[in-house]
């Protein structure tokens, strides 16, 4: 095909496709405006690709055109930070104040010790209290028994427990290399 007629052709396909298209960026940019201007850039890319056509399903290779200028608006998206605008926060009282320190103290003291547990007693703490897995999805993730992710979860919560109150302060080795 000829320069023009490969310039009708794309001109033609994204015109009868301009609505799929647009909707398939929208969907996966979710903002009208990116989705326009990926469109405006697949049909640029079609332009300068149409000689690569090598026939079959037209809206297809339009599409999946349009689909490969999204992700690269995406994957710019996560190399960029985003900014947003927020409205200023009210001034605080010293009450909520003094609250929000004691809650950010408190979390820092947990996750402190949550780091100190050794590593298997924590990963499973975590799998458990942070992302709600189930015992058989912990099991499966780490490559372990059931029993063994009970136990796990029970010594963990043990220790936690006693780092945070404040421990006896004398563990004989066999606790310590057991995590009791």
Same mark, same amino acid.
Request: with cysteine; glycine share 4%.
């Given at each position: 095909?000829?320069?023009?007629?490969?310039?009708?052709?794309?001109?033609?396909l994204a015109q009868r496709h301009l609505d799929a298209a647009y909707n398939l960026g929208r969907?996966?940019?979710?903002?009208?405006?990116?989705?326009?201007?990926?469109?405006?850039?697949?049909?640029v890319r079609a332009l300068r690709a149409a000689h690569t056509y090598a026939g079959g399903n037209?809206?297809?290779?339009?599409?999946?055109?349009? /689909?490969? !200028?999204?992700?690269?608006? @995406?994957?710019? *998206?996560?190399?960029?930070?985003?900014?947003?605008?927020?409205? #200023?926060? =009210?001034?605080?009282?010293?009450?909520?104040?003094?609250?929000?320190?004691?809650?950010?103290?408190?979390?820092?003291?947990?996750?402190?010790?949550?780091?100190?547990?050794?590593?298997?007693?924590?990963?499973?703490?975590?799998?458990?209290?942070?992302?709600?897995?189930?015992?058989r999805e912990i099991a499966d993730a780490l490559g372990v028994p059931i029993g063994t992710v009970?136990? /796990?979860? !029970?010594?963990?919560?043990? @220790?936690?427990? *006693?780092?945070?109150?404040?421990?006896?302060?004398?563990?004989? #080795?066999? =606790?310590?290399?057991?995590?009791?």
């Open positions: 095909m000829s320069p023009s007629a490969n310039a009708a052709f794309v001109a033609d969907w996966l940019l979710g903002n009208d405006q990116d989705a326009a201007d990926a469109v405006h850039d697949a049909f037209a809206r297809a290779w339009w599409l999946a055109i349009v /689909r490969n !200028s999204c992700l690269a608006v @995406l994957a710019t *998206r996560k190399r960029q930070p985003a900014l947003r605008l927020v409205d #200023a926060p =009210e001034p605080a009282d010293d009450d909520e104040v003094e609250a929000n320190a004691a809650a950010a103290q408190a979390q820092s003291r947990l996750a402190r010790h949550l780091r100190a547990l050794p590593v298997e007693f924590r990963e499973a703490l975590l799998l458990r209290e942070i992302e709600d897995l189930s015992y009970m136990s /796990r979860l !029970s010594r963990g919560r043990a @220790l936690l427990q *006693r780092s945070l109150s404040g421990g006896s302060g004398t563990q004989t #080795a066999l =606790e310590t290399k057991h995590g009791l």
